[in-house]
């Protein structure tokens, strides 16, 4: 079998680790790895390769010499002619797919979570600071079982009657009135939701709603209705122990170490 | 004498033993304590604590919460008057039921819980316990393929067997009988829209169509297909086709008139042996021989039936229009096409899937308009929609709500900002007809199809018609279940309450529609959070410059390269 050349192994290296990279590692082993990450690594796969290459005048000379051959070669007339219409051929389409390509909507570069204001209120009467606020019920817990229970209770019957054409039976955002409204409804399974916040801040965000949100990180465009024209105080609180009853994640708070 | 009385005593304890163990095993309930956790944790709150389909979210639900205790369930793989399956169960709870608020739960239930639970709601009905054989399932053999001879032949048994007076002409679930159903519990239920096939409970499959037919939807107005329920049940395909002919005429000969109750009383006995096995009564190997070829040919039609109703409905229901699918209307030179033109027919419309609105009072909960769909053209003046939304029905304000002492009547508007916002940070006005930042409503109505108001809102109660009005064209039209909405408008108007129009700008679009025969009224509607449209910008003419001169470069740089090498080795 005839040796491959230097210039052919090298080609295959490159095209190798593409494919390696671009369906291989990302899409079978892991999600699909972004462009440009694939373009950090061929960057440093086509250095190593010229590194590899240069070190020796001879390797070079052996990488270069079926370049010479096939332009100057006239037992490779074909192949020169092949090559001289396909890489013009394959610019000509690249760059009239870039020129063409159709503008998309902007996205939307949402904080992921608002910041809160200094007061906690329901209508406009003051609850507390944010930080200070907790939720009334909560104690219960410990001391009141029975009573935690039927809070509970009462916070599932208000969940169904209003919460779930959203946030959905499974409270992960995933309701039949959800896959439609753009941003999704919040995902209560996320564990990156209900232990990060305190009660007050869930009170506030159910109590405010959408139009509730701070003028900074906008557009948030959310959906969310301003609950505390239809739910009491109680019935807020309730609420927010039945979402983690369920979901079985705890609330941040800030207890004794402070 | 005394042995006998012994006997009797004996006969009458062990009789009572019996009795009592019969009554226990009817209520200790199969079900382990798991499936009644997992019901009462995630079930129940619409389903309610006895399985009456009562929980608490039920009242603001249609279709309601299926009732458990009367085991009538909708979507089963069984014949009609049979119970379903255990199988049947399951596949509901990890499927759910699309176009309902019943969710899968293939993702929150382990399959282990979730037979618990098939387990634990069939306690709810004694029937489960009572009937020793399995359910008879219907039979799948002999399905007639898809070609479009069947969805001819369906075609012509939709009309044929009735379909159309709920379903509609072309299947929209528009028919003259649509807005009079009620279910079995006194609830109002809608005919199936056949062209959103995304909305079918049991699936849209030819198999899952099938079904419903042989088996019917229990608890619903829809037929089994059997008995007198079935066109000319008994008969054979040319049978039922020279009877039609027969009955056509306006005088029948004598011979005809005996042909005719030769037909009449084939039909009679088939009708009354469907009876029979329904009630469980054995029947005779002629009699089940008679009832199968009777069955047969009801078989056989379902299958042209349900290839045709396949042929309703796009395969899944369309992308909704964001991301790439976003509305781009297309530039045309000269007069914009009017609403009958065909040269709408060369777009693809774009679809807009709505959603009731739960935010403020009085609320939606049980939308009927389930998405509107739309096309655009602009030139360089004028920019034109057509927008095309199914409803059952055509409601034109003839009624009054009690509660507003406003007229029911189908309506549309679709809403943008006033200004569009600058940059991807800039806020949108408020999804629900703007707050803070006002909005530009164009409100149609279904009783002046040739109008449309222009409006400025500031909210969902707080909206003004503006002053100055006349800036449309409209045309607006009903057929089959569905209204189309054409639409023109200057790109740029005078009025700085009306929304200014680029080429090139992405613009923020929502919509709200109303179903007066659905209770729609004020905020009781259907809305859209904010999508986007734009008119798409003429194609650059760079792309005719750049690559050509790309390519040529590139070759130049081929041959310099060539010469240079040829000349360092010469």
């Keep these: 079998m005839k040796r491959l050349s230097l210039f052919t192994i090298c080609l295959i290296i490159l095209i190798g680790s593409w494919v390696v990279l671009r369906f ?8 699909p790895i972004p462009g440009s990450v694939i373009a950090m690594y061929m960057g440093l796969i086509i250095i190593a390769v010229l590194v590899h290459i240069s070190v020796e005048d001879s390797l070079f000379r052996e990488f270069l010499r079926p370049i010479h051959e096939t332009l100057v070669d006239n037992n490779l007339r074909v192949r020169r002619r ?14 009239h797919s870039i020129i063409a390509q159709r503008a998309n909507p902007p996205g939307s570069p949402r904080d992921a979570h608002p910041s809160p204001p200094l007061e906690l209120t329901y209508k406009d009467e003051v609850i507390g600071t944010m930080q200070d606020v907790v939720n009334p019920f909560r104690h219960y817990e410990k001391d009141d079982p029975e009573a935690f229970k039927a809070h509970v209770e009462n916070g599932r019957r208000v969940y169904y009657d209003n919460c779930f054409y959203c946030h959905g039976d499974h409270l992960d955002g995933q309701a039949h009135f959800a896959p439609y409204l753009q941003p999704l409804p919040a995902n209560f399974q996320d564990p990156g939701i209900i232990p990060n916040f305190q009660e007050s801040f869930f009170f506030w965000r159910i109590a405010k709603g959408g139009p509730g949100l701070p003028a900074a990180g906008t557009p948030w465009d959310s959906a969310m209705p301003i609950w505390e024209n239809y739910l009491t105080k109680d019935e807020i609180w309730d609420v927010i122990l039945f979402l983690s009853d369920y979901t079985g994640y705890q609330p941040r708070t800030f207890g004794e170490a402070h | 004498m005394v042995n006998r009385n012994v006997v009797t005593l004996l006969m009458l304890v062990f009789g009572l033993l019996c009795a009592v163990m019969l009554v226990h095993a009817q209520n200790a309930p199969e079900a382990s304590e798991r499936g009644k956790e997992v019901y009462e944790q995630s079930c129940a709150h619409c389903h309610g604590t006895e399985g009456r389909g009562d929980g608490s979210a039920a009242e603001n639900l249609l279709p309601k919460p299926r009732d458990f205790t009367r085991g009538l369930y909708k979507i089963r793989s069984t014949e009609s008057g049979q119970l379903p399956t255990d199988q049947d169960l399951f596949d509901i709870i990890t499927i759910g039921m699309p176009g309902s608020s019943m969710p899968g739960w293939e993702t929150s239930l382990s399959a282990d819980e979730r037979w618990e639970v098939v387990a634990y709601i069939k306690t709810f009905y004694n029937g489960f316990k009572e009937s020793e054989a399995p359910p008879r399932q219907i039979s799948l053999e002999g399905k007639i393929a898809y070609s479009e001879q069947s969805v001819e032949t369906g075609k012509e048994l939709y009309v044929e067997l009735g379909c159309v007076e709920c379903h509609g002409n072309v299947g929209r679930g528009d028919g003259t009988s649509a807005p009079t159903l009620t279910d079995e519990w006194g ?33 619903s107005p829809m037929p089994a297909f059997e008995g007198d329920s079935f066109l000319h049940f008994g008969l054979s ?13 306006d005088e029948m000969t004598e011979v005809e008139e005996t042909e005719s109750e030769k037909f009449y009383e084939k039909m009679d006995v088939a009708v009354d042996l469907a009876l029979n096995r329904a009630e469980g009564i054995e029947l005779t190997a002629a009699e089940q021989q008679t009832y199968d070829d009777a069955m047969k040919v009801v078989y056989e039609k379902s299958w042209h039936l349900a290839n045709y109703v396949k042929s309703l409905a796009p395969e899944e229901r369309p992308e909704p229009a964001i991301g790439k699918n976003v509305l781009r209307s297309q530039y045309v030179q000269g007069e ?42 602009y030139n360089d003046t004028e920019v034109a929609f057509l927008f095309m939304w199914d409803d059952r029905t055509h409601t034109t304000g003839d009624e009054i709500d ?32 703007g707050g803070r930042l006002p909005v530009y409503l164009w409100h149609w109505k279904a009783s002046a199809p040739e109008q449309v108001v222009e409006i400025t809102a500031k909210g969902i109660n707080n909206a003004e018609v503006q002053a100055a009005q006349g800036a449309l064209q409209a045309q607006g039209a009903y057929t089959d279940g569905q209204y189309k909405l054409w639409v023109k408008r200057a790109l740029k108007t005078d009025d700085k ?3 200014q129009l680029e080429p090139g700008v992405f613009v923020p679009i929502a919509f709200s529609a109303w179903d007066g025969a659905n209770g729609d009224v004020d905020t009781k509607r259907v809305v859209s959070s904010w999508y986007t449209f734009v008119l798409e910008p003429v194609p650059s003419s760079r792309r005719f410059v750049y690559p050509p001169l790309i390519a040529v470069l590139s070759l130049g740089l081929l041959f310099g390269l060539r010469a240079v090498v040829q000349r360092r080795n010469s």
Aim: a negative charge; zero cysteines; glycine letters at 8%.
């Design chain 1, 24 to 31: 291989a590692i990302g899409g079978i082993v892991s999600v």
């Design chain 1, 82 to 95: 092949v090559i001289a219409v396909l890489i013009p051929l394959f610019l000509l389409g690249y760059t």
């Design chain 2, 187 to 219: 609830f109002q239920t809608w005919p199936a829209n056949l062209a959103q096939s995304w909305n079918f409970r049991g699936g849209a499959d030819t198999e899952a169509i099938f079904k419903r037919f042989i088996g019917g939807i229990a608890g």
């Design chain 2, 237 to 249: 395909v040319e049978e039922s086709k020279r009877l039609t002919e027969l009955e056509n005429k």
């Design chain 2, 336 to 377: 914009l096409p009017g609403m009958e033109d065909t040269a709408w027919e060369v777009l693809q419309s774009r679809h807009f899937p709505l959603v009731g609105q739960v935010v403020i009072e009085p609320r939606q909960f049980n939308p009927t308009i389930d998405s509107v769909n739309i096309k655009s053209f």
């Design chain 2, 402 to 433: 009690e509660s507003t002492g406003k007229p029911l009547e189908d309506a549309l508007a679709i809403q943008f900002p006033v200004k569009v916002p600058q940059g991807p940070t800039a806020p949108k006005p408020y999804f629900l007809w």
């Design chain 2, 497 to 499: 309450k009306d929304l």
